[in-house]
Each structure stands twice: as structure tokens, then as C-alpha cells.
């Protein structure tokens, strides 16, 4: 294993710069984007059919903050030691043992949800469940590209594998608001258990080759004492991840009280919903595609820089909307900007970390993420089902403008990264 010294110096960047879609041409992500497209398109049904589903039961945004909590809490406890894991085990065999147990845990939901005996304290234990794979799951798939693809390919890969997660939240939500509105929610579970199989088939089939490591012996205290030692003191990976950290605590929760706004704003709990987080996955898609463009202009730095003031703009305009058009266009730009800012530190800090830390510096990217971010869904249930979802909203986009900004002015060499 390198030491904390010699880290920043193994670090490599791309030597020229390289077309976004340039990693489709390695057939292991090819294949990897296939199956993942089509499996995280049923986890987005699931995500927009559960949402409704936590509200209709309920009529409270507190429980739509407790079930994102309940999903994200184990992340706070189990990503760092899953950092360790996916460093020491072939993250292809991690992620067919995580989408295994995620395809049971969607068929569990469905059959509750088709005997008409669920409850929320089962969607609850389902989304904890769920959340215990995910602390595994998330840091072996951003690892996973580091071994589909060349290294100088790797930032393609990246934005590739967002555009995965976005292209699902687009696809997904379109077929989930079909199928909530003409047969209810128990399909939409139904269809993503199912969906897992294409995932599963094309893991199975991949030939990935299994990266030399200079790994000690098993030590996961110690190593994880190392990785957040080393993340800690790096000058740009540290201020990168407490830009995560403030997106996971306000920003990025906003989503978390759509099901809400759409029923107490817009008036249409299905068919709003389902369109607000359409859109959100359209500009998401459309930040995956333009992130290289951008980045190669602007400067990566740069662009971090811009979407934190243009997220907070756009998530405050979404606040205050009344009517689905106006929520549609804010709602648009804001997944714009959260996810072409979530791609590019996540980029960033691929570029900054050497191999010998990158499962444990991902796994604390994935904690900032979503470890931070059940606290930020508890707190935003609460305080909405106190003073209203749209004032939430607009408060926690602005509280997390200004904790960005400040970490951006306090770390400046984040500001000029390439």
C-alpha cells in the first residue's frame, strides 16, 4: 500500500481529452451499461411508487423523511468499512452478491403491497434493508468503471456511469407515473424486482480483470484510520467532500418532499409527481452529456464553482412555483445543476486519489453522500410537517448555497482544479 506521502504523487490525469461516450467502446461497459440502465430504470419506478405510497398511507412529509432516513442510515456506519472491502474483494462478485439481495427485497415489497398488508413500518424495514446493500453497492460501482475501461478513458466512464443513474431516472419515473396511475404502486415494485435479472446476466458474463493491489494484511481499523487520514489532509479531495456533505444535508434532499409538494401545491399527487421528477431526470441527463464539454472549457473547478450558486437559484424558484409548469422548468434545472455538480466532484476526486485509497476515499464520498443525507431527510419531514413543504424547500436551498460557497472560498485550490 503506497503511504500518505507518496499518494499524491501516483496520481495520474488524462493525458488528452477524450468524447464523453468514448467508454462504450470497451465491451465489459457496454455491458455494464445495459443491465445497469435497465435495473436502475425499476429502481426508479420503485423510488417514485414508494414516495406516493409512504404519503398516501401517511398524509405527513415527517414519514417521507423517516423512510429516506431509514434507507440511508447505514451508509453512515457501513460505507467506510465497505471502502475496505471493495479494495480487497473483485468489486464485479460484491455487486452480484448487492443486486441479489436488492431483487428479493423489491419482490418482498411487491407481495406485501399486492396482499394489501403493507404498512409503513414495512416499506420502513425494507428501505433499512435496502440501504444496508446500498453501503456496499455504491462504492463498488464507482469503483467497478476503474476496471471496465482504460485509465485514460476514465472520466468518459464516469460520466457514462451518470448518465446511467440519470438516463434510469428519466425512464424510470415515466414508466413508474404509468403504471401508479393505470394499476397502482405493486407493479411498479413488481417490475424492479424483476429488472435486477438484466443487471445480473450481464455481470455474470463480464470478463473483468482483476487489478493488481499492494495490499497489507486485513487491518479494516487501521486501513480506514489511513483513508480518512489521508482524505482529511489532501488540499482538494477534503473541501470535494464537504461539498457532498452539503448537498446530502440540503440540496440534494429536496427530493425526498416531491411526493409532498405535488399533493399540497400542485394538487396532483400521481401525475405531477411523476412529471416533477421526470423533469428533474431530463436535466440530469442532459448535465451528464454536456459534463466533459464543460469541464474541458470552464475548468472542472470552475464548474463546481457556478452549479452551486445556479443550484441554489433554481431550488428556491422551484419552492416558490404554485403550478406544474413554472415546478416543471425549476424542477428541470435543478437536476441540471445538482447532478452536473455531483459528477464533476465526483470526477475530480476519481482523478485526485491514488488506486491504493480509492475504495476507501470512494466510500467516504459515498458516506458524505448518503450517510450525511437520512439526517438531512429527517430533519427537512420534520421541519416541513411544521412550517410547509415549499418554505423547506427554499430554506435548505439556500443553507446549502451557503455552506458550499463557504467551503469554496475556504479551500480556493478546489475553485481551480482542470
Excluded at 431509514?70 to 471493495?86: F, R
Excluded at 415515466?174 to 417490475?191: A, D, E, R, Y
Excluded at 441540471?336 to 470526477?347: A, D, K, P, R, S
Excluded at 430533519?379 to 424547500?393: D, K, N, R, Y
Aim: net charge positive; charged share 10%.
Amino acid at each position: 500500500m503506497a503511504s500518505i506521502a507518496q499518494a499524491p504523487a501516483a496520481r495520474s490525469t488524462p493525458a488528452a481529452p477524450v468524447h464523453t461516450l468514448s467508454a462504450l467502446k470497451f465491451l465489459n461497459f457496454r455491458l455494464y451499461f445495459i443491465g445497469q440502465t435497465i435495473s436502475l430504470s425499476g429502481s426508479w419506478m420503485q423510488i417514485v411508487a414508494q414516495g406516493w405510497l409512504v404519503f398516501e398511507l401517511t398524509k405527513n412529509e415527517l414519514w417521507l423523511g423517516l423512510v429516506a432516513c431509514a434507507a440511508g442510515l447505514p451508509s453512515l456506519i457501513l460505507s467506510p468499512l465497505a471502502g475496505v472491502l471493495v479494495e480487497r474483494i473483485h468489486t464485479r462478485k460484491l455487486l452480484l452478491a448487492t443486486q441479489t439481495v436488492q431483487m428479493f427485497l423489491a419482490l418482498a415489497l411487491a407481495f406485501l403491497t399486492f396482499t394489501n398488508t403493507i404498512q409503513v413500518w414495512h416499506i420502513m424495514l425494507l428501505a433499512f434493508l435496502l440501504g444496508v446493500t446500498n453501503a456496499i453497492d455504491a462504492p463498488s460501482r464507482q469503483a467497478i468503471v476503474a476496471d471496465l475501461v482504460d485509465r485514460e478513458h476514465l472520466a468518459s466512464g464516469i460520466a457514462m456511469n451518470s448518465i446511467i443513474f440519470n438516463l434510469s431516472r428519466v425512464i424510470g419515473p415515466v414508466i413508474g407515473g404509468i403504471l401508479l396511475t393505470q394499476v397502482g404502486p405493486s407493479w411498479c415494485f413488481l417490475i424492479n424486482g424483476l429488472s435486477f435479472i438484466a443487471v445480473l446476466i450481464t455481470l455474470y458474463i463480464m470478463q473483468v480483470e482483476i487489478r493488481t493491489r499492494n495490499l497489507q494484511a486485513f487491518a479494516p481499523l487501521k486501513q480506514l484510520k489511513e483513508g480518512f487520514k489521508f482524505a482529511r489532509q489532501h488540499n482538494t479531495i477534503a473541501p470535494l467532500l464537504l461539498l457532498a456533505v452539503a448537498a446530502a444535508l440540503f440540496t440534494n434532499n429536496i427530493s425526498t418532499l416531491l411526493p409532498a409538494f405535488a399533493d399540497t401545491v400542485l394538487h396532483s399527487p400521481k401525475e405531477a409527481y411523476a412529471n416533477v421528477t421526470t423533469a428533474v431526470g431530463v436535466g440530469a441527463v442532459i448535465a451528464g452529456l454536456v459534463m466533459n464539454v464543460l469541464g474541458r472549457r470552464l475548468g472542472r473547478g470552475r464548474v463546481v464553482t457556478i452549479m452551486v450558486v445556479f443550484v441554489t437559484i433554481s431550488a428556491f424558484m422551484f419552492s416558490r412555483a404554485t403550478t406544474e409548469i413554472p415546478a416543471i422548468i425549476f424542477a428541470g434545472l435543478y437536476g441540471f445543476g445538482i447532478i452536473l455538480q455531483f459528477v464533476t466532484v465526483n470526477t475530480l476526486i476519481q482523478n485526485e486519489v491514488p488506486d491504493a485509497f480509492r475504495g476507501r476515499v470512494l466510500s467516504l464520498y459515498t458516506l458524505s453522500w448518503f450517510g450525511i443525507a437520512p439526517f438531512g431527510a429527517l430533519l427537512m419531514g420534520f421541519v416541513a410537517s411544521a412550517i410547509g413543504t415549499p418554505t423547506t424547500i427554499g430554506m435548505t436551498a439556500i443553507l446549502g448555497g451557503v455552506m458550499s460557497i463557504f467551503v469554496l472560498i475556504r479551500w480556493p485550490d478546489a475553485r481551480r482544479l482542470a
